[in-house]
């Protein structure tokens, strides 16, 4: 299935004529098949869109991910893959001795490659990437699927982030964690070059995959979820949370009849523990940095500044979020839904500072952080070890996006989605760190998805760009905007 539109005439405010090239989303797009119906937004079949600019035109294509999931879901004509909240069982028609050899090898999961949450390149390869060990390269233009690829046959690892950080020579970063078959569990951080895709399309970029280091469990049977991660010109910031994996019930789910999601819990009573990693020689910064639990999916930015780390993201109090994006649930009017969900965690964007160069002849209970522009401390503990607390920079913001060329480096903007007690976001918000406040962009009957910074050609401010312009109506069906989400939302705007 697919939609190619020109938008142009669709469009609010001008196009600027230097803005060229496409940009490439993903989510979930399909959800039910046949008589059958997933349970969670975040099982949705995968749809790959993407917005060709070319001299103040807009083409919109969309296409379904041609998964393995998608085409026996399909030939099935009924969900017949499980995925992260809705678990699917043998079909009824089969023998008692059928049934039981596939809660045998369901005991060990092989996960589904509906790869529903973003577009990563390693090379110049695109993959469609969810969280599990498969990935499925696409073709950037045409969006066809052009095969899929085991991680499991490059490096050691179950699961993987989708949302890896580059540097400015195109080298890939990534994380990932090895459950099972790959002996002691633990964190792999690796990386692939920029010149690793092979000339003649024949095999995959992962072939040439680097180890950069591993991280053993703080639980052997717990492993920290994890999102996203943190990066800075010298180090990887990986945060490993009290949201954890239960091994056992992942192991069971499907004897139990729970879904996969059910076999995540956040333990408030734990600790949150923050590596760092050199990103050239791989060794871990032997401090042992810790603070109190929470919950986190998205990392802002991190950079490093006069012998400390200095990392953003956004945090919750509880694990909740997930619950908030059962179908049912978003199915609710807004009141209802409002009623349902006021008690959930906010996100909230704060800042941590890491101190490099620890003074050990310190007196315990000494607030090492020696910057001026922050309140977060890391206080040295009796033992050696560096308690942290944050500081907060803004309530209420998720998505984050910013000017991408200041990844890694000291910066003073970010971007997202304001967060309201609605399934449906309405607000876009850019938030100046350095005096704390912030800009709403909202249209009424609009909703915009997260967004994507564009500098203008000669830029020499962080925000500096042309103009914002968006789209006020449906680029997927092309129906007017009263009542449709937008699809993208790019920010060119100096004067938003």
């Known amino acids: 299935i697919q939609r190619d539109i020109l938008i142009n005439k669709k469009v609010k405010s001008s196009i600027p004529p230097w803005l060229r090239g496409t940009l490439l989303r993903n989510g979930p797009g399909l959800f039910s098949v046949g008589n059958t119906s997933y349970k969670h937004w975040f099982d949705g079949m995968a749809l790959i869109h993407s917005f060709t600019f070319k001299d103040g035109d807009v083409f919109y294509r969309s296409k379904f991910l041609n998964s393995e999931t998608y085409k026996k879901n399909i030939a099935a004509n009924r969900i017949i893959v499980s995925e992260f909240g809705t678990m699917v069982h043998p079909d009824p028609c ?97 990386k692939v070059p920029s010149n690793a895709t092979d000339k003649e399309k024949k095999k995959p970029a992962l072939r040439k995959v680097e180890l950069i280091c591993s991280i053993p469990f703080h639980s052997t049977l717990y492993p920290s979820y994890f999102h996203s991660f943190g990066m800075t010109e010298n180090y990887i910031i990986f945060v490993e949370q009290a949201f954890k994996l239960d091994i056992l019930k992942l192991a069971t789910a499907y004897f139990r009849d729970v879904n996969w999601g059910s076999c995540l819990k956040f333990d408030k009573d734990d600790i949150t523990l923050i590596h760092l990693v050199n990103k050239k020689t791989g060794k871990t910064v032997s401090t042992k940095y810790y603070a109190d639990a929470f919950v986190v999916f998205h990392h802002i930015n991190a950079y490093e500044e006069d012998g400390h780390v200095v990392f953003d993201l956004i945090t919750y109090q509880d694990s909740n979020l997930y619950d908030m994006f059962y179908i049912h649930n978003m199915k609710q009017d807004v009141d209802k839904f409002i009623e349902t969900n006021n008690e959930f965690s906010r996100p909230t964007c704060q800042r941590f500072v890491l101190p490099l160069n620890i003074d050990k002849e310190a007196p315990p209970d000494t607030n090492l952080v020696k910057l001026q522009d922050t309140t977060a401390t890391a206080v040295l503990k009796q033992d050696g070890s560096i308690y942290c607390t944050p500081d907060t920079i803004f309530e209420g913001l998720e998505l984050p ?19 309201d007690w609605s399934p449906y976001p309405s607000k876009i918000a850019k938030v100046d760190i350095a005096t704390r406040t912030h800009q709403v962009w909202i249209e009424e009957e609009c909703y915009p998805s997260e967004p994507v910074f564009v500098a203008s050609p000669d830029a020499v401010e962080e925000d500096e760009a042309v103009k914002h312009f968006f789209y006020p109506y449906c680029v997927y069906c092309g129906v007017p905007k009263k009542r449709r989400i937008s699809l993208v939302w790019i920010i060119v705007s100096c004067d938003f």
């Open 401 to 419: 996006g910013i000017n991408y060329k200041f990844n890694s480096k000291k910066y003073r903007y970010f971007y997202g989605t304001r967060v």
């Open 94 to 190: 089969k023998n008692i001795f059928s049934k039981a050899f596939s809660y045998f090898m369901n005991a060990i999961p092989d996960f589904t490659d509906n790869n529903l949450i973003n577009i990563i390149r390693y090379g110049e390869d695109y993959y469609a990437s969810s969280e599990v060990n498969y990935i499925n390269q696409i073709d950037p233009l045409t969006l066809e699927t052009l095969g899929r690829t085991n991680y499991r046959n490059h490096i050691a690892i179950n699961l993987a982030t989708a949302h890896p950080h580059y540097d400015e020579e195109g080298t890939t970063y990534n994380m990932g964690t090895a459950i099972m078959n790959f002996g002691r569990p633990k964190y792999v951080i690796f």
